[in-house]
């Protein structure tokens, strides 16, 4: 047919689709209010005073019920003690964040805030809102990694496979909701995801009143036209591209073609689509990095490494200033600037690539106020929490590692010292 678009991967959209997608609109409120409220959240970012919680980094309570309150369609519930994921809408939109790169977490031992990044939102803010609606959805069917918020990714649940079981389920009719359709959505592919879908536009919602002590009230849920057409537009190409779905830790190899992968699809539809989210790229930052190592709430030690030493070196600087061994494996865990959890890991543990030998302080892509783990002795799980205080200038001299402040007595590594053990013997 010669009114039908072709694509160079041989992907076609019927005529009815294609006139509804050259026919829509992208502003804050249309064809859903992703803009507006990613708006909201990203204000609420910059006012800091966006508290999240010291273990997870995930909102508060305080800072949920604020952010619902500033929705474009605040959500009802009847939760006494609500977390992030009662919340599905906000927990779809701190997804987005962390995973653009947005936002990050920032603080210490006793109150950590959620910040913006600076230079992404100067690149976000010389986006059209075509060119930020398209950024967000690319993100969330390709970069956001569901671990962010606590969500398990399965292999062979990609996002696009998700969009396109659930919506066929959803009959012309649309779907009633009832509690076992519920339970099913909410074990997979999760209220965030419907969540979203219904903030991009793809969805409508209607919204129940929620029973006693329950939460988000879904009451039925029709697919819309936009939707179906840009699942059309879409599935074949990401389904048989699901590596691109599979590779989300990579981003950090190639930051600058990390965004853009949908345009050469969606821009026959949408001419506005010219630019793409700019991310910086991760580079060494030279330094002497002051961390605050802490074991429980009593017990710290305030160390300086000098940017170029690895990892395995920084990890015989903590447990000497605890006077632990060094004879068990271990793990420092940490964020990246994306939101992706990643490990670097003893170097006898080659296996499970990067290891510590070969990967050095300057190189860790967490900011000062930002924190790590170094899990040591996976039988007695010590579990240090690495906080990262300031970097400072490197100046001649000092580039060994010391030893600054010493509070409380660290606690005995062994349930019996080497003389007990070896009157035992």
């Known amino acids: 047919m010669s009114n039908v678009i072709a694509f160079p991967n041989k992907f076609s959209v019927s005529p009815e689709y294609q006139k509804i997608l050259s026919h829509q609109v992208i ?18 970012a910059a006012s800091g005073e966006c508290d999240v919680t010291l273990k997870t980094g995930f909102l508060t309570t305080k800072s949920l019920s604020i952010l619902n309150e500033n929705m474009s369609l605040p959500l009802k519930s009847d939760l006494k003690r609500p977390t992030q994921n009662s919340f599905p809408h906000i927990d779809g939109l701190y997804l987005l964040a962390r995973a653009t790169g947005m936002v990050y977490i920032q603080g210490a031992d006793t109150k950590k805030i959620m910040v913006l990044n600076e230079s992404v939102r100067k690149s976000w803010l010389e986006l059209n809102p075509t060119e930020q609606y398209f950024t967000l959805l690319e993100t969330f069917l390709l970069k956001a990694d569901p671990e962010i918020i606590g969500e398990h990714a399965r292999l062979l649940d990609s996002p696009i496979r998700n969009w396109a079981r659930f919506f066929h ?8 909701i009832g509690q076992r359709q519920k339970d099913h959505i909410a074990y997979g592919p ?3 995801f419907i969540a979203l879908l219904e903030l991009f536009g793809f969805i409508a919602v209607t ?44 981003e950090e190899s190639d930051p600058e073609n990390s965004l853009g992968e949908l345009q050469p699809l969606v821009q026959p539809f949408f001419l506005k689509w010219q630019k ?11 330094g002497m990095y002051v961390f605050k190592v802490s074991l429980g709430k009593n017990v710290s030690r305030r160390i300086a490494i000098p940017s170029d030493l690895t990892l395995d070196l920084m990890s015989e600087e903590i447990l000497d200033a605890f006077d632990f061994d060094s004879d068990h494996l271990y793990s420092f865990i940490f964020r990246n600037r994306l939101g992706v959890l ?17 990967f050095l302080v300057g190189d860790l892509p967490i ?10 002795d996976f039988g007695d799980h010590w579990e240090f929490n690495v906080n990262l205080e300031k970097i400072d200038l490197l100046k001649s001299g000092k580039k060994r590692p010391m030893l600054l402040e010493s ?17 035992e013997e």
């Not at 502003?27 to 990203?42: A, Q």
């Not at 793409?276 to 030279?286: A, C, D, I, K, R």
Request: glycine share 8%; charged share 30%; with cysteine.
């Open 342 to 358: 990643m490990e670097v890991n003893h170097p006898y543990m080659d296996d499970n690539p990067p290891c510590a030998d070969e």
């Open 407 to 423: 509070v409380g007595k660290a606690p005995q590594q062994y349930e019996y010292s080497d003389e007990e053990w070896d009157e």
């Open 367 to 376: 900011q000062p106020g930002e924190s790590m783990v170094f899990l040591y």
């Open 276 to 286: 793409n989210l700019e991310l910086p790229v991760h580079e060494f930052q030279e």
């Open 207 to 250: 919204h129940g009143i929620p029973k006693k002590g329950k939460g988000w009230c879904i009451s039925r849920v029709n697919r819309t036209p936009f939707g179906d057409a840009m699942l059309e537009l879409l599935s074949d190409f990401l389904i048989r591209s699901e590596e691109l779905w599979l590779d989300i830790a990579d």
């Open 27 to 44: 502003d804050e409120k249309n064809p859903g209010t992703i803009l507006y409220d990613f708006e909201v959240f990203l204000n609420f």
């Open 190 to 192: 999760g209220l965030y």
């Open 169 to 176: 389920e959803i009959p012309d009719r649309g779907l009633k």
